[in-house]
């Protein structure tokens, strides 16, 4: 019974957990902006009522727009709370019990990192380092010292593939194409997913990326060699699905 009532609490709390997630990526590193976060208009102070504080369904009913100064609210804000909805939702469905607490977690902090990557070109460390012990830990008592050894070295080996890339990269073009960040991110996802992992993640992350470049150029916005797109979202969302996909995928069958 303890887990439905995880289930359910998870998937209640998820939007609201997003709200904040991006409130605190938009914030980031000044942790003191949160407070405010959603409360008022960022351009003209109206302080927000109730009824537009819901997730995502507030954004719809304003149409993206602040009641009283008309300016844009940023698109992050409905992106961010999907996602940690759909998150919560995938983990329910994929894990059981304490091990999808574990799921949302890990992907709702790759969620933090990527909305603090689109707005900034920087996955924080406290993401992308912090969930390589966090990763090892899980393993070491969800399948014990040889596995959390196993992947201790696919986080040795995502970082080394990445940061080697990164700095060939910088020695023929002279200039930053991935960054540390990235490198550090695919360790991470090593910890928690394993060796075999790893090109998954790298596949998903490039394909979420030109994805994104694609839709960019649809909405008008042109793609140059020179205009910087993020890998870090891409890598996250490759992180988060190479760890939950194959129970996923176990559960539905
Ligand atoms: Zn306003």
Partial sequence: ???????????????????????????WPDWSQIVSGRSACAHCGQKLSPWELIPIVSFIILRGRCRNCKTDISGLHPIGEAAALVIAISAVIAFDGWATLLAVLFGWMLLFGALVDIRTFLIPDVVSVGLIPTGLLVTFFNAGQQAALMHAFAAIIGFASLAIIA?????????????????????????????????????IGAGATLLIVAIGHVLGRQAHADSAVPLGPGLAAGCYLAYSLPSFVQQLN
């Fill in 1 to 27: 019974m303890i887990d439905g009532y995880l289930d359910v609490f998870l998937i209640l709390a998820g939007a609201f957990v997003g709200s904040f997630i991006t409130a605190s990526a938009k914030a």
């Fill in 167 to 203: 700095v060939v990269y910088r020695y023929l073009r002279g200039r930053e194409g991935l960054g540390m960040g990235d490198a550090k991110l695919l360790a991470a996802g090593g910890a928690w997913a394993g060796l075999y992992a790893l090109p998954w993640i790298v596949a």
